[in-house]
């Protein structure tokens, strides 16, 4: 089982990125798939989910109408489209993989993302 994220990098405020999560090794379309985030000194929170078969997607406060996630299950690929990038949304950004039913967890190494001008 692998999840690699992809696409961080340093952007200015105001700025755009995105996100993908490669996955391999499992039945991508029988998992909900999520970004979280840590920042530095902080716990991780989570950001952002879509069910297995992207019907339904949902978001943490900070980041609604901003960020947009969606997946591709050809592909096996969720993304994070992220807009209008502020200094907080710093953070190294991590992809889950939960199944919808019996709950098995996976998680990526992280992709860094650095807004600063």
């Known amino acids: 089982v692998q999840l690699v994220e992809s696409g961080g990098g340093l952007v200015q405020p105001g700025g755009s990125l995105r996100l993908s999560c490669a996955a391999t090794?499992?039945?991508?379309?029988?998992?909900?798939m999520n970004w979280y985030r840590q920042a530095p000194g902080k716990e991780r929170e989570s950001v952002a989910g879509?069910?297995?078969?992207?019907?339904?997607?949902n978001y943490t406060d900070s980041v609604k109408g901003r960020f947009t996630i969606s997946r591709d299950n050809a592909k096996n690929t969720v993304y994070l489209q992220m807009s209008s990038l502020k200094p907080e949304d710093t953070a190294v950004y991590y992809c889950?993989?939960?199944?919808?039913?019996?709950?098995?967890?996976?998680w990526g190494k992280g992709t860094l993302v650095t807004v600063s001008s």
């Open positions: 090794g499992f039945t991508f379309s029988s998992y909900n």
């Open positions: 889950n993989a939960r199944h919808a039913m019996f709950g098995m967890n996976y």
């Open positions: 879509i069910t297995y078969h992207g019907g339904s997607t």
